[in-house]
């Protein structure tokens, strides 16, 4: 079944303490990006990524990093956390942009609910 | 800047009813547009999507329809079920330079469909 698994799917935590939250896709995609969502502010794009190692920073990316060594895996890395920062994260894969003829559809994981104490 | 907006924030109608739902953009320079679905507690499902040199696209019971000229988007439901309830977003991909590595999401609608 192709999916986008993310995890964990909850997560609270503590100011300043390092945190991953994974990605996962298994349709061999070669974009995938990361967006969270609050309330009255609809999605914001923190980071995304074009193919293996070639990473860019969206609308929201400050107190956020990400890699991409492996095309199927795309983690979330917040260094040090601040209540700022909870919200709802989403992770997200296409098979490509941008190329006449082909097709965008984004496939979107369950999403991540983080909360910063 | 994009911005995409989305009228109304909320919605209430009784099941069979047909409703039309709105998105607006103010950069009419888009590459595509998407409309998703989002139950609660549950990631998007995509829907629709509409290259910018189509007008319309059609999947079962919902039809989409992009004015690019005027930056507008409508989603039409027929014949709603109480199934139908979800929150509707609608994101558009611009067509030049780093915009087109990005999705703008609108707030969405909130739809309630009542038995």
Request: aromatic share 8%; glycine share 8%.
């Amino acid at each position: 079944e192709a999916q986008v698994t993310q995890n964990p799917r909850y997560l609270i935590t503590v100011t300043g303490k390092k945190l991953t939250v994974t990605c996962s896709q298994n349709m061999n995609h070669e974009y995938m990006s990361w967006y969270r969502q609050d309330p009255g502010l609809g999605l914001r794009q923190i980071y995304y990524s074009m193919n293996v190692e070639v990473t860019d920073k969206g609308d929201v990316p400050e107190g956020y990093k990400v890699s991409r060594k492996e095309k199927r895996n795309f983690p979330l890395i917040l260094e040090s956390p601040s209540p700022n920062q909870t919200s709802l994260y989403f992770c997200a894969s296409s098979s490509s942009i941008g190329l006449a003829g082909l097709t965008d559809t984004q496939y979107f994981g369950p999403g991540t609910r983080l909360t910063v104490l | 800047k994009q911005e995409v907006t989305q009228i109304p924030a909320a919605l209430s109608v009784p099941e069979g009813e047909n409703l039309v739902l709105n998105c607006s953009f103010t950069d009419s320079a888009i590459y595509n547009l998407q409309w998703f679905r989002q139950d609660p507690g549950k990631g998007l499902t995509s829907l629709l999507l509409i290259q910018s040199s189509q007008r319309e696209q059609t999947s079962g019971r919902l039809n989409a329809s992009l004015d690019k000229s005027s930056g507008r988007s409508t989603l039409y439901i027929a014949a709603s079920q109480p199934g139908d309830s979800a929150t509707y977003l609608c994101a558009v991909r611009g067509s030049y330079g780093g915009a087109t590595n990005k999705l703008i999401f609108g707030t969405g609608t909130l739809l309630a469909v009542q038995p």
